[in-house]
């Protein structure tokens, strides 16, 4: 079955402490892509990349690091979490068109992290 | 820089009561316009990509059109089930891809 798969579904941290939540895709995409939903701001995009070692900044990157080794992982690393970082934490892979564009997009089912 | 706006921000209707909602964008070069639908809790689920202006789509009571300036979510007769939040996305020129909040609409039996 093709899936976008994250982890950990849920997490409660406590300010500073490094976290990682893997996302995992099946369906040999190369663009992949983190978001971040909070309540009245929709989904704001974090980072993304084009393929293996190629990585650029979405519209909120600060707080956040990223990693593509292999076209199929896209870990999303908070380094030092604090507070404003609570949220809800999406996945998302495509194709890339002939266009040099995104194809649909397949998102995972959400990270939800608490940082205490 | 590139803006989305969605209206309205929610919409509350009677099961069979048809409405829109609107997706207007100021993009320069608009390469296309992706639709989708997220229940509470989701991720997002593709629902339509329109590429230029005139085209329309359908998948079951769902049509989504496109002009130069705004795409409209049509809603036919609508069932409990439609209920969700559902986003709209240029098709970016850039690899990055902005959202609009989103309408949230609620299908009353």
């Known amino acids: 079955e093709a899936q976008v798969t994250q982890n950990p579904r849920y997490l409660i941290t406590v300010t500073g402490k490094k976290l990682t939540v893997t996302c995992s895709q099946n369906?040999?995409?190369?663009?992949m892509s983190w978001y971040r939903q909070d309540p009245g701001l929709g989904l704001r995009q974090i980072y993304y990349?084009?393929?293996?070692?190629?990585?650029d900044k979405g519209d909120v990157p600060e707080g956040y690091k990223v990693s593509r080794k292999e076209k199929r992982n896209f870990p999303l690393i908070l380094e030092s979490p604090s507070p404003n970082q609570t949220s809800l934490y999406f996945c998302?892979?495509?194709?890339?068109?002939?266009?040099?564009?995104?194809?649909?997009?397949?998102f995972g089912e959400g990270s939800r992290l608490t940082v205490l | 820089e590139d803006q989305v706006t969605q209206s309205p921000e929610a919409l509350r209707l009677q099961e069979g009561e048809s409405s829109s909602l609107n997706c207007s964008y100021t993009?320069?070069?608009?390469?296309?316009l992706f639709w989708y639908r997220q229940d509470p809790g989701k991720g997002p689920e593709f629902l339509f990509t329109?590429?230029?202006a005139g085209e329309e789509k359908e998948k079951e009571r769902l049509k989504a059109t496109l002009t130069k300036k705004e795409s409209f979510l049509h809603i036919t007769a609508p069932k409990p089930e439609d209920s969700a939040t559902y986003l709209c996305?240029?098709?970016?020129?850039?690899?990055?891809?902005?959202f609009g909040a989103g309408t949230t609409v609620t299908v009353r039996a």
């Open positions: 998302a892979s495509s194709l890339l068109t002939l266009a040099g564009t995104t194809g649909e997009l397949f």
């Open positions: 369906m040999n995409h190369e663009y």
């Open positions: 990349s084009m393929n293996v070692e190629v990585t």
């Open positions: 993009v320069s070069g608009l390469r296309g």
């Open positions: 329109l590429y230029s």
């Open positions: 996305a240029p098709v970016p020129n850039d690899y990055k891809l902005s």
